[in-house]
């Protein structure tokens, strides 16, 4: 079998197994025939981002199609993803702390426009 008929089955099995948490890079690259390191590599080279990035946003894609078509509230759509994310253990620190987040994002986002209106000189 060709390499990037390969790396396809691969793809196409995070693609129908994306909501599966067990689904890790080790498990896919032996689908796939080959080792972990070799995959990551591979699929790297033929898609132009890792089976991680890869995988995260395919996961991305479809919570936003869950919010656009699903019955379910932001939140929960949210602990969904976080759930399939992340292993139990981290979900809660993660959900707990999504607030220390927000606030580091707008103050770095705040700093930023300031830092640009003062390089396009004095307000006038």
């Known amino acids: 079998m060709d390499r990037l008929r390969q790396l396809r089955l691969a793809k196409d ?8 948490p067990e689904l890790d890079v080790e498990g896919v ?7 972990r390191y070799h995959f990551v590599r591979a699929f790297k080279a033929a898609y132009g981002q890792t089976p991680g990035q890869y995988l995260t946003h395919r ?3 479809r919570a936003g199609e869950m919010l656009r078509s699903a019955d379910l509230s932001v939140t929960e759509i949210c602990h969904l993803v976080v759930a399939v994310f992340a292993p139990p253990a ?3 620190a993660r959900l ?6 927000r606030r580091r994002h707008q103050a770095t ?6 830092q640009r209106r003062s390089a ?3 307000a006038g």
């Open 96 to 101: 707990l702390h999504w607030s220390t987040w």
């Open 120 to 122: 396009d000189g004095p």
């Open 29 to 35: 690259a032996s689908y796939a025939g080959y080792s």
């Open 109 to 114: 986002a705040r700093r930023s426009h300031y």
């Open 13 to 20: 099995a995070m693609d129908r197994d994306w909501a599966d």
């Open 59 to 61: 996961r991305i894609e």
């Open 90 to 92: 981290m979900t809660a």
